[in-house]
């Protein structure tokens, strides 16, 4: 599904991931975990082909995106990659719905055929009283599954979501993470959280430790529990 191979980037003189492997299999819920300055968001945004890394090679469903550029990659990446953020940015002089709508009108998808998609996105994650509100009229856990829903509405490959609790009270944030294992089960959907929640409430398939732009070994209180997830870092 996705293939990360040696990935090194710096900004400027500093070096923020010094070398990352990564294999994400189809239907993973996978955490990427690490503190802030670790690296997890510049590693999400290459792996949604937002930035290119200064070395390395990355693979999205067996196509090398490197090698793409223009409106191939933006074409690519509107119809095989969502994304989640953590502070939902939706449009504000937009409805829920129009919302969402939005990466299927960027791909020339009839309108009609994108609201129908819509409506039906938004009444499984419980929204279909409030697909006329303005982000205004929503609560924080309402907006981010508006956010959800539209990343949902192209039918990517993977969905990329950098700290989409992190904004959320502790009841929005179990509710979340459950969704994402109900998209898993239900949409056969991949996922990649970024986090710096070492514990989230609900353990996903894969933890993956970043820690000064590298993969590292969990801390021994996680890795000598049994029942973990968490995994050994190459």
Same mark, same amino acid.
Do not use: W, Y
């Given at each position: 599904m996705i293939s990360l191979h040696d990935i090194h980037k710096s900004f400027a003189h500093l070096e923020v991931l010094k070398g990352?492997?990564?294999?994400?299999q189809p239907r993973e819920v996978v955490s990427i975990v690490g503190p802030s300055g670790a690296g997890k968001t510049t590693l999400l945004q290459i792996m949604g082909t937002l930035l290119k890394p200064d070395a390395g090679s990355l693979e999205i469903a067996g196509e090398n995106v490197? @090698?793409?550029?223009?409106?191939?990659? #933006? *074409?690519? *990446?509107?119809r095989h990659i969502g994304f989640v953020f953590q502070f939902h940015q939706l449009l504000p002089e937009f409805t829920a719905l129009e919302n969402v709508i939005i990466p299927a009108l960027?791909?020339?998808?009839?309108? &009609?055929? #994108?609201? @129908? *998609? #819509?409506?039906e996105l938004l009444d499984f994650l419980g929204l279909a009283d409030r697909a006329d509100h303005k982000p205004s009229q929503l609560s924080g856990g309402e907006k981010q599954r508006? #956010?959800?829903? *539209?990343?949902?509405?192209?039918?990517?490959d993977v969905?990329?979501?950098d700290e989409p609790s992190g904004s959320l009270d502790t009841a929005h944030k179990e509710e979340l993470h459950k969704l994402f294992f109900r998209l898993r089960d239900e949409f056969n959907q991949t996922l990649v959280i970024a986090t710096h929640d070492e514990q989230p409430p609900t353990p996903t398939n894969r933890t993956i430790h970043l820690l000064d732009g590298k993969r590292?070994?969990?801390?021994?209180?996680? &890795? &000598?529990d049994p029942t973990s997830t968490s995994t050994i870092l190459q």
């Open positions: 990352v492997n990564l294999e994400i490197l @090698a793409l550029s223009g409106n191939k990659l #933006a *074409r690519f *990446r509107c960027i791909d020339h998808t009839p309108k &009609s055929k #994108a609201v @129908a *998609r #819509a409506k508006v #956010a959800v829903a *539209r990343a949902l509405m192209n039918t990517p969905i990329l979501a590292v070994e969990p801390e021994q209180n996680l &890795s &000598s």
